[in-house]
């Protein structure tokens, strides 16, 4: 039986296997309601005040208007609604990005489903659920050499080459062309006064740069 005590939430997810996975599992836990979801934001725009969500599960990767967009529209629409990142992304760009623009939390989509509605009802309260992995990322972030000779964008491809990430994967992954990744690439091995990636990566973890 629902109550007024439930917790309203939104799904806005494109991909509608997932989306009505997600609205099926956390419909069925008890003081959680699923009130609407959406395969898009700008299809969720028209009436989501109406739903009036205490919790908005928010995809990045979304036709139209993408999640990072979206998020101050929907801060601005419902500013009591919390937003609860889940996508597949870990981009440390992205995960700043959503976290600036007003997200309350962060979690990647292979996410144990028990932990998916324990960090729904903690956004509610007030916390800021993290998935292990981007949680570690941002205390990384927190702990690098600040007098760092690299760009934020360089220490950021620097570090996506450490997971051995290619050229092009490095280029898809932060939404940029092949060609600048290289000049990236040239700039960063110029700064370090390196040759090769190897090199590259051992300098830059003996200096804190990552």
Known sequence: MRTAHNIRIVIIE???IIRDGYTLLIGRVEGY?????????DAAAKTITDDSPDVILLDIELPGTNGIEAIPRLKKMLPHAHILILTVYESEKLIFEALANGASGYLTKNTAAAKIVESIKEVKDGGGPMSVN??????KSFQRNPDSPLSKRETQILE?????KSRSQIAKELFIDLETVRS???NIYLKLDVNSRADAI?????NKLI
């Open 160 to 164: 996506l080459i450490v997971d051995g």
């Open 184 to 186: 990236h690439i040239k």
């Open 33 to 41: 309601e699923v009130v609407n979801n959406y395969a898009n934001f």
């Open 202 to 206: 051992k300098t830059a973890k003996e």
């Open 14 to 16: 494109d991909d509608e």
């Open 134 to 139: 981007i949680a570690r990322m941002v205390i």
